[in-house]
C-alpha cells in the first residue's frame, strides 16, 4: 500500500462547547464534604474545586488539540459506526500494521507516549526492523468523532468485529497486529480468538478471559474473590483493596450507568470526579496523582470525555458485555489461538503474589493462561492499570519482544 486510502481530519471542539463548558464549570455547587482529605470517601472536594477551577481558567484545550494534531487522525464509516483514530506511518524495512485499543476511563491519547517508539524505533536508539503503521482508534462512544447513535447494544466482541473490518475491508491489511488493555485487551484478545489466521498477533495486558462478564451476577467481585476464615492476613487485606478499588466501579456501570449518566453528562465536575477517582486508585501513584497524570494530562482526558458528551455511551459497555454474553466463535483449544504475549505491573499482583517472578509463574500455572496461546509473558515492578501511559518503556520493549518472531 503506497498510499494511505483516507483523507486526514484533524480533531476540532468547537468554541460553541468550550464555552459552555466554562460555564458550567462556573456554576458548579460542590458538596459538602468533611473529613475527607484522604479520599477515604471518595474524591476530596478540596482536591476536585481545585482541579475544576483550573479547568475553566487556566487550563488550555486548544494547547493540547495542537498536540493530538501533529499525529494523522481519520473518521470513517464502519458498519455504518462512525469511527475515529489516530496513525502514525511506521518507520523501517518493513513496518506492520498495529491497532492499539484503549479501555475505560482511557481515552485514545493514553496510548501518546509509545506511539512514536512502536513507529520509529531507529529514532529511539533501538531496531528499525521492530517497526509498526501504528493505529489508535477511540472506542465508538469514547469521544470522537461525536456521540454514538444506532448502536445501544455495543460491546467488546462487536468491536472487535469493527476493527477487523476497519483493518481489512476499509484499509485493505491483509495481515495485522493488535494491543490492547482493560476493555481494549478484551476486544485484542477477540481478535485473537475469532480471526487468528488475519492476526500476527496480540499483545495484552491482564489477560482477562473472555467470558469475564458472563454469568447472572458478573458485577460482584466478591463472587470472583471471596473471603474465607482462613486466608492469611496479607491476602485478606489484599482482596478488600482490590475490592475498595474496582467494585463501585463494576457494579454501577453494569447495573445503574445510564442513572449516573444522567449526572455526569450535566456537570463537568462530577464527570471530572467519576473519572478521577479511578485515575487515582488505578494508576501507581505512591498517594501523589500527580506524579502520573500533571493537572493538563487529567484535564485532556476529561475533555475529550465531555466534549462529545460520550460518558454515557462509554459505560454502556459494561452492561451490554453481560446483557450480550459472550459466545466462542470455535472449539479450539486455545480459545486464543493468535501467539499472545502479556504485559503484568506489580501494583495489580493478586493476593499473595509479590515479586515480578511470582507474577509470570502464577499466571503460567493458572487456568488463565490455558485461554491463550502466549508467547511471551512478562511483569515490572513499576506501573499501574494504564501501563502504556506509566511505564511506556516496558510496554513498547515488550510488546516488540512478542512480535519479532512473528512478523
Known amino acids: 500500500m503506497t498510499r494511505f486510502p483516507l483523507e486526514p481530519t484533524p480533531i476540532r471542539v468547537s468554541d460553541e462547547v468550550l464555552d459552555d463548558l466554562r460555564v458550567r464549570l462556573t456554576l458548579t455547587r460542590p458538596p459538602l464534604d468533611e473529613g475527607n482529605a484522604d479520599w477515604f470517601y471518595g474524591v476530596p472536594e478540596s482536591y476536585l474545586g481545585d482541579l475544576v477551577a483550573y479547568w475553566r481558567d487556566g487550563y488550555d484545550w486548544r494547547g493540547a488539540e495542537a498536540a493530538i494534531n501533529a499525529y494523522e487522525h481519520y473518521q470513517v464509516d464502519v458498519s455504518g459506526v462512525p469511527v475515529h483514530f489516530l496513525r502514525r506511518p511506521g518507520r523501517g524495512p518493513r513496518p506492520i500494521p498495529l491497532i492499539l485499543t484503549h479501555g475505560w476511563p482511557w481515552t485514545f491519547w493514553h496510548w501518546s507516549k509509545v506511539i512514536d517508539p512502536l513507529a520509529d524505533p531507529g529514532a529511539f536508539g533501538a531496531d528499525p526492523a521492530d517497526a509498526f503503521d501504528v493505529l489508535v482508534p477511540s472506542l465508538p462512544g469514547f469521544g470522537f468523532p461525536g456521540p454514538l447513535t444506532d448502536f445501544p447494544d455495543v460491546n467488546f466482541w462487536k468491536v472487535a468485529d469493527l476493527w477487523h473490518t476497519l483493518m481489512t475491508e476499509t484499509l485493505g491489511y491483509e495481515k495485522y497486529a493488535a494491543g490492547g488493555c482493560d476493555i481494549g485487551g478484551l476486544i485484542s484478545s477477540q481478535l485473537g480468538h475469532k480471526y487468528p489466521d488475519e ?62 449518566a444522567h449526572g455526569l453528562s450535566d456537570s463537568p465536575a462530577g464527570l471530572l470526579a467519576w473519572l478521577l ?35 454515557a455511551t462509554s459505560m454502556r459497555y459494561y452492561a451490554n458485555a453481560n446483557r450480550y454474553p459472550w459466545t466462542p466463535a470455535h472449539d479450539r483449544v486455545p480459545v486464543v489461538q493468535a501467539p499472545v504475549g502479556l504485559t503484568f505491573v506489580s501494583y495489580e499482583n493478586p493476593p499473595g503474589i509479590h515479586t515480578t517472578d511470582e507474577r509470570v509463574r502464577a499466571f503460567k500455572a493458572s487456568p488463565q493462561a490455558a485461554w491463550s496461546n502466549h508467547v511471551n509473558v512478562n511483569a515490572h515492578e513499576h506501573g499501574g492499570h494504564f501501563i502504556p501511559w506509566e511505564n511506556p518503556e516496558a510496554w513498547v520493549s515488550d510488546l516488540r519482544r512478542t512480535f519479532r518472531g512473528l512478523r
Not at 224 to 240: E, M, S, V, Y
Open 199 to 260: 492476526l500476527y498477533g496480540i499483545h495484552i495486558a491482564s489477560g482477562l478471559p473472555l467470558d469475564f462478564f458472563t454469568g447472572p451476577r458478573a458485577w460482584d467481585l466478591a463472587q470472583k474473590q471471596p473471603l474465607t476464615d482462613d486466608q492469611p492476613a496479607d491476602i485478606r487485606a489484599r482482596i478488600i483493596e482490590r475490592d475498595r478499588r474496582s467494585a463501585s466501579h463494576l457494579a454501577v456501570h453494569m447495573l445503574d450507568g445510564a442513572t449516573l
Open 277 to 311: 477517582e479511578r485515575w487515582n486508585a488505578w494508576s501507581d501513584n505512591g498517594g501523589d496523582l500527580e506524579s502520573v497524570f500533571t493537572k493538563d494530562d487529567l484535564l485532556t482526558h476529561a475533555t475529550i470525555y465531555w466534549a462529545n458528551n460520550s460518558i
